[in-house]
């Protein structure tokens, strides 16, 4: 959604367990103050946004138990306060 990209004071974000569909929009990209960002357990799918990169407070992101394709691994080392024991998901392969 569009309006995404207004919550730029965000912290967190937990969308876990509520069977979302679609893609994860490029938009979340633009949530530059957010530090927690869960999203498993839902019905996602397509590639995780290299937009993603921006988010350079993030400290924990949940990703696992979704249909998102790809190699993870790129994004995460972009992410400079990704903290990888609260990374859940396989950050060196393909997203669960």
Known sequence: PDFIRYLTNLQFLDFHYNQLTGTIPSQIGELVGLKHLLLKYNNLSGSIP???????????????????????????????????????????????
């Open 50 to 96: 290299i937009e993603m990169k921006n988010l350079s407070n993030l400290d924990v992101l949940l990703l696992e138990q979704n249909d998102l394709v790809g190699n993870a691994e790129p994004i995460c080392k972009m992410i400079p306060n990704l903290s990888i024991q609260h990374f859940v998901s396989d950050c060196k392969s393909e997203v669960d």
